[in-house]
């Protein structure tokens, strides 16, 4: 079974301060797909960043980046620059070719609040 | 592309009325998913479609709700009847297709509130 943890409920960050969301994943799978995405206050779950387990380089998207470590099964998301517009909850995702549906396993987020 | 459409954006009704949530897909999606979000469950999948066939409905909390896909283009989430544990964000969500590189988008969600 897939798992994915994010172990900080919330967290704070300084306004155009860089900040760094866990995300550790458990799978038995070697073909697998890491997704991050955004859910502001008003409520709409927004796709950020994807990385594949094959990637050997580290995705990147504008100030979101993810920081890929294999061997410890995580998928940190760093957001360079922080801005006030970066409040939100953050999920981290996961899809491997495992069951049937091979649907995407979330994890229970973390709410980020920039501090002006 | 419009994105995954939700419909209606709120619903406030009566305990034991019926509720019918609506969404259509992106076009040229093959996979739907109806998900519940809740601040003490967080985000649950309640079924997911392939191709308008129905996969994994695992996650239908109970025989009062059932949900159908008749076309490609259009799917329905009901709740009959409604209970107030049922208050909660619904999401739909389409994907591509079944590959570990096919991430999924979202509608903005149902808000859904039972009296």
């Known amino acids: 079974a897939q798992k994915i943890t994010q172990t900080q409920p919330g967290m704070f960050v300084q306004e155009k301060e860089a900040v760094t969301l866990d995300c550790t994943y458990d799978?038995?799978?070697?073909?697998?797909?890491l997704f991050w995405y955004k859910q502001p206050s008003s409520g709409e779950m927004i796709f950020l960043i994807y990385?594949?387990?094959?990637?050997?380089q580290n995705a990147t998207e504008g100030r979101y980046s993810l920081n890929f470590q294999k061997a410890r099964k995580s998928a940190n998301l760093v957001i360079s620059a922080s801005q006030l517009g970066d409040s939100a909850m953050y999920f981290c995702?996961?899809?491997?070719?495992?069951?049937?549906?091979?649907?995407?396993?979330f994890g229970g987020g973390t709410r980020l609040m920039v501090k002006p | 592309d419009a994105g995954v459409i939700q419909s209606p954006r709120h619903e406030v009704t009566e305990m034991g009325q019926e509720v019918t949530l609506r969404c259509k897909p992106i076009?040229?999606?093959?996979?739907l998913f109806w998900y519940r979000q809740t601040m003490m469950r967080g985000l649950e999948l309640l079924i997911y479609?392939?191709?308008?066939?129905?996969?994994?409905d695992s996650g239908m909390p109970e025989d009062r709700f059932s949900a159908k896909m008749p076309n490609a283009s259009f799917s329905t989430l009901k709740i009959q009847p409604s209970e107030p544990r049922d208050s909660a964000v619904y999401f739909c969500?389409?994907?591509?297709?079944?590959?570990?590189?096919?991430?999924?988008?979202f509608g903005s969600g149902t808000r859904l509130t039972v009296v």
């Open positions: 479609f392939n191709n308008n066939v129905p996969i994994d």
């Open positions: 076009s040229g999606h093959n996979s």
């Open positions: 995702a996961m899809r491997a070719y495992n069951n049937a549906g091979n649907m995407l396993t």
């Open positions: 990385q594949g387990s094959y990637d050997e």
């Open positions: 799978t038995s799978d070697q073909s697998y797909g």
């Open positions: 969500a389409s994907s591509p297709g079944t590959g570990i590189f096919d991430g999924y988008t």
